[in-house]
């Protein structure tokens, strides 16, 4: 009887986790809330400013490790000096739609890698970089992705003729009952379509789009400055711009 009253006066286990397993979950939930801010911190200019401090919070830790011959201290200071090293800073996902404000352009697109070419006035580009063909007004901007600082402007009214892979750009709707979209089983990353801007003066600036949607994004380019050009030689058609994309993805 004092056995059966022992075991009913024993409180009952309540289920919840013991307080070593709360910490664990609190630091885990911790660091998955810090992760949002923290990137959003990577997106500004002074991420590079962080990553140099703990560069050097990191190097001090390893020379007082190295000093009192505490290994587990490396090792705490080589992780530290890698992480500021791999953790980059992010770009800023409105960088495009800030570019395109900042020039007060119209419209924004990929421009590909510049082959060959110059621009009048003895303007240079750039050649193999990856660039942003901004329209604005009557005349095309050449910008650099990497910098996004105005390297060349051409006005579109020295552009002749645009060429699409060799042949003469002549924008042509089919639809997809006609010509439905193919899946491939195999993406060739490294196809590549040239599109050329041929001028007056009988300059020709080659672009070349290389990746899994280099067709597109080449006659994407091809249509918008065709547009534009076209609107301007015809004075427009009751003010109204041509529709093209305002952005481009790479």
């Known amino acids: ?30 660091v998955v809330l810090l992760l949002p801010k923290l990137r959003r911190q990577r997106r500004r200019p002074e991420w590079r400013r ?30 530290l000096l ?10 800023d996902p409105d960088h495009e739609r800030k570019l395109q404000a900042r020039y007060g352009a119209a419209y924004l697109l ?3 890698k510049l082959i060959s070419g ?15 063909l901004l329209l604005r007004d009557e005349e095309l901007l050449f910008v650099p992705v990497q910098t996004g ?3 060349g402007t051409l006005p579109l009214s020295l552009i002749c003729d645009i060429r699409v892979g060799g042949e003469h750009y002549i924008p042509v709707y089919v639809s997809e009952a006609k010509d439905p979209p193919v899946r491939e089983e195999r993406v060739n990353q490294n196809q590549t379509t040239v599109t050329e801007l041929v001028l007056d003066s009988g300059e020709v600036i080659t672009l070349a789009y290389t990746g899994a949607f280099h067709k597109h994004l080449a006659e994407t380019a091809a249509h918008a400055v065709y547009s534009v050009r076209n609107l301007m030689r015809s004075d427009g058609v009751g003010g109204q711009s041509p529709e093209v994309f305002h952005v481009i993805g790479r």
């Open 149 to 151: 600082e105005l390297a």
């Open 118 to 132: 110059r621009l009048p006035h003895d303007q240079a580009l750039p050649v193999n970089e990856p660039l942003y």
């Open 110 to 112: 990929n421009g590909g």
């Open 50 to 79: 962080v990553q140099f401090l703990t560069a050097g919070v990191a190097l001090i830790v390893i020379t007082l490790a190295i000093s009192f011959s505490k290994l587990w201290l490396a090792a705490a200071g080589c992780l």
């Open 1 to 30: 009887m004092s056995e059966l009253n022992e075991r009913t006066a024993r409180p009952a286990k309540s289920g919840k986790p013991g307080r070593g397993m709360a910490a664990l979950f609190y630091g885990f939930f911790w």
């Open 82 to 91: 890698v992480l500021s090293i791999a953790v980059r800073r992010l770009r």
